[in-house]
């Protein structure tokens, strides 16, 4: 790296009482700020610390000695020192007389971008976001040099401050052929991002401190007419943009939205979510947390949708040592390219998935089956053999002669008398349930059931829940004829199933399920048997008996909602992750 401050001329400005212990302090090079309050003692800030400069409280006729030698303030209150990129900001009383001074120090690195330079070159926006005094300015700086030199684009930058390219009429040479537009005020930066794009045709505009709901939207207008951004916004970590209303248009916006009842009890959630309203005007972002440790969101649409979901998501953590190499790893451990709960030894199946099903191959062929640490980290390789175990148990399952002959296993033997001592086969009347549906998980689990027509030959009614609760005839029909009445939530078969069991006294809790894969399959398929296989191996070979989750293997929609279905019949939960083709099923353990 190389470092340009130009420190002489900012130390040029300030009193000699205050310039000479500078001059000789050893750690002059990291100087942050110098801090000038009328009656206090002058302060130097460095990184890792704050001293007093001398034992003279600044006076009205330091400030004004420094005052006259800078140029005038904006309306922002800042002023700078021609040609340089040092800043002073002035703190007023209410009378409008200057009586503070943070004298910024503004220092030119090159080479300090060599953590994302191959993402600065994809040509995708790139928002950064950073604590104060982290570097996101001095980074910004470079990205538009480089941008503009070094891969020969049309950079145009909005220089509100004149903070990016230095005070005066003639910008800082650290900005490279890069042209900048000075902002007469902080209010018209929206404005003239706008004019840049109209007036200058650019390949890239670089924005800092995106601040505003009115600077967002011109983002986005610029971001889809096909310029590349990179700016900066006020936020340490990406989270804080998700609830700032004022600037979550930079990662797509947030909506409340309401689901359907399957859809909502099959991601296990209320009815209203928050979700990403569009696609995010920045499309990588880069938290830098310190200025050799960033973390990396190389698809921030799928960190938002992670976070909106309660999901952590895996983003990269690049790291810079002291010899300049750059080191990359995943928050969890995953490897670089891969998703969480993905073998590192499949040898890029993953990524050509989706090659493989064009050319015929099955979901299957996609990917591993994969299972989880309790934190949802990447197995670790003495986990891979079990991961290659359960490939092996799966693989002679399906081979077997018993495939799917798991439901019976005896557990399910019809009793001579029903849980209130009636005769079976028991007589139920359906009420808001579709006969069709009950039918079916009559027949496949061979459960001796019959559905009537008629109340009064009815052991017992079960309702949909939603459907009993106006139903005051109902109630007093069954109330009348002594048929107790029993509900369920959801007319989906394992709610159907259940219901069956405990009305014939065959649920107990206390035994693990097992279960009737031919019950959840919608067809005969081999790919969606094979998937149910897949799923009952995982949840009675893993997740129940050692509390561990799993990922399964990329499914189609359809299969993955019988998937669904077949884990909650486990009273499990389960999500779905990933971009088609490749979103698996993930299973969690209760």
């Not at 928050?331 to 998703?339: D, I, Q, S, V, W």
Request: hydrophobic residues 35%; proline residues 6%; contains cysteine.
């Amino acid at each position: 790296m190389h470092i340009t401050d130009d420190l002489y001329r900012l130390l040029e400005i300030v009193p000699d009482q205050i310039r000479r212990p500078l001059q000789q302090h050893q750690e002059r090079n990291h100087l942050i700020e110098i801090v000038m309050d009328l009656g206090r003692l002058p302060e130097a800030r460095f990184p890792s610390h704050a001293e007093y400069l001398g034992e003279i409280p600044i006076s009205r006729k330091d400030l004004s000695y420094s005052i006259e030698r800078i140029g005038s303030f904006s309306s922002d209150n800042r002023a700078g020192i021609e040609q340089t990129l040092h800043r002073i900001s002035a703190m007023r009383n209410r009378t409008g007389e200057v009586i503070g001074l943070t004298c910024r120090v503004g220092r030119a690195v090159f080479g300090t971008i060599a953590m994302i330079r191959e993402l600065v070159e994809t040509g995708r926006s790139i928002l950064m976001l950073g604590r104060p005094g982290v570097g996101k300015t001095t980074a910004l700086r470079e990205i538009a040099r480089v941008l503009a030199d070094d891969l020969g684009k049309r950079v145009v930058i909005i220089d509100t401050s004149n903070e990016i390219a230095g005070d005066g009429d003639i910008p800082h040479p650290a900005i490279g052929r890069a042209r900048r537009m000075q902002v007469a005020t902080p209010e018209e930066q929206h404005r003239v991002m706008i004019e840049a794009v109209e007036n200058h045709t650019p390949e890239v505009i670089v924005i800092d401190e995106i601040g505003t709901e009115l600077e967002a939207l011109a983002a986005r207008t610029i971001a889809e007419r096909g310029v590349q951004l990179v700016g900066t916004a006020h936020g340490n970590e990406i989270e804080n943009l998700v609830k700032n209303p004022t600037l979550s248009d930079l990662i797509g916006g947030i909506q409340a939205v309401t689901l359907g009842d399957d859809e909502a009890r099959r991601r296990g959630s209320q009815k209203t979510v928050l979700e990403r309203k569009a696609p995010p005007t920045f499309e990588i972002a880069v938290e830098m947390l310190e200025r050799h440790r960033w973390v990396v969101h190389e698809q921030v649409a799928n960190t938002v949708d992670a976070l909106l979901r309660g999901q952590k998501p895996n983003p990269q953590v690049r790291t810079m040592d002291d010899t300049g190499e750059v080191q990359i790893k995943r928050e969890f451990n995953t490897p670089t390219g891969l998703g969480a709960g993905v073998n590192h030894n499949a040898g890029g199946l993953v990524r050509q998935s989706g090659e493989m099903l064009k050319s015929g191959g099955s979901f299957r062929d996609s990917g591993y089956m994969m299972p989880l640490s309790n934190t949802g980290k990447i197995s670790q390789p003495t986990e891979f053999s079990e991961a290659k175990s359960f490939e092996q148990l799966l693989d002679e399952s399906l081979s077997g002669q018993e495939m799917f002959s798991h439901g019976m296993g005896g557990r399910w033997e019809a009793k001579n008398t029903g849980p209130n001592g009636e005769d079976l086969p028991l007589h139920i009347y359906p009420y808001a349930i579709p006969r069709h549906q009950m039918e079916q998980v009559i027949t496949t689990l061979g459960l001796p059931v019959v559905l009537t027509k008629d109340i009064d030959s009815a052991d017992v009614v079960l309702a949909l829940r939603s459907h009993t609760r106006k139903q005051s005839k109902l109630r007093h029909a069954a109330k009348t004829r002594h048929v107790p009445i029993h509900v369920i939530k959801n007319s989906g078969l394992p709610q159907i199933a259940k219901a069956l069991r405990r009305l014939l006294d065959m649920d107990d809790p206390a035994t693990p399920e097992f279960a009737d894969l031919n019950l959840f399959a919608a067809s005969v398929s081999e790919d969606e048997m094979e998937a149910l296989e897949e799923t009952r191996l995982a949840v009675e070979q893993i997740v129940i008996p050692k509390g561990q989750p799993v990922e399964l293997l990329p499914r189609s929609p359809k299969v993955r909602k019988m998937q669904h279905e077949l884990v909650e019949h486990y009273r499990l939960k389960s999500a779905s992750f990933g971009d088609e083709p490749n979103r698996r099923l993930r299973i969690y353990p209760a």
